[in-house]
């Protein structure tokens, strides 16, 4: 097997990887100043689209996490990427918050539930049955069914709580049309936010602690891919997959030395499969 590249620039999943509920992962502000540190092109993602970035960079400064607007890649971001290469311009029907509608509003699209072209669903906590009902009858009418993420379960202090994923399956239920999920892990989503920051599948790698989603998202791009098990996966969930992560760590505090600074250029990268 070919070796691998240096690795040149990192993305990494928020939730399980840098916070758990809303509190820092140990290693995880290491990790951070070391990605500034190096001046490597890195993108810090998540499936959540329920805020902006500049939201989710204040929330993560107030933890002790300075990640800048720009290294912030979100399913709204991505979604509105993919709509904007799509029809420039457009209409859409939206469930969701301000991130995604700031991000369709930023690219010129108009939000309407007048023959829109799109349909589209992002995470909200208040999803309304009139507001499911108009999107079922605006699909029917013909109007495509775009949706973040297939997430189906989100968490929460109080336990699980239904999510995107779950909540287009009850659209698609009734209408018959699947959704295009714009979202990890879907590679677009990687390969849009690898264009935002001019890095390359082949030098980049992806830190995640799902198999499902940021391990498939970072396979399917190409990409080096680690998995932590601060999340929701556990080793002995690693076999019930028929592909792999590169390499499986502990934390993100195990990657910190990974991040090459500049006098560290000649200095060898990861192997395979730990």
Not at 206 to 229: K, P
Request: glycine letters at 10%.
């Amino acid at each position: 097997m070919a070796e691998r590249k240096p690795i040149t620039s990192w993305l990494t999943d928020m939730d399980g990887v840098l916070i758990h509920e809303g509190i820092p992962i140990p290693g995880a502000d290491a990790f951070i100043k070391r990605l500034r540190d190096s001046g490597l092109p890195f993108l810090v993602l998540t499936n959540n689209s329920i805020y902006t970035a500049r939201d989710l960079h204040a929330r993560l400064q107030r933890m002790g996490l300075d990640v800048p607007v720009e290294n912030i890649w979100t399913s709204a971001l991505a979604t509105a990427q993919f709509l904007d290469d799509q029809r420039p311009g457009g209409t859409a029907y939206v469930i969701g918050e301000a991130g995604l509608t700031t991000a369709l509003h930023d690219i010129g699209y108009v939000l309407t539930d007048h023959d829109p072209d799109y349909v589209v669903l992002g995470e909200t906590r208040t999803y309304s049955f009139e507001a499911l009902t108009k999107a079922i009858r605006l699909i029917n009418a013909g109007a495509r069914f775009i949706c973040t993420n297939p997430d189906e379960t989100g968490p929460s202090a109080e336990g699980p709580l239904p999510a995107t994923g779950s909540v287009a399956a009850l659209i698609t239920k009734a209408t018959g049309k699947d959704p295009y999920f714009a979202g990890k892990p879907n590679p677009l989503m990687m390969r849009t936010g690898l264009n935002a920051i001019g890095a390359h599948s082949e030098t980049s790698a992806m830190i995640g602690d799902r198999m499902d989603t940021d391990v498939l998202a970072g396979l399917e791009a190409g990409m080096q891919t680690f998995l932590v098990l601060t999340g929701l996966t556990t080793v002995a969930d690693i076999d019930r997959y028929p592909f792999g992560p590169s390499h499986v760590v502990e934390s993100i505090a195990d990657l910190v030395d990974l991040v090459e600074l500049p006098d560290q250029a000649d200095q060898p990268t990861a192997g395979n499969r730990d």
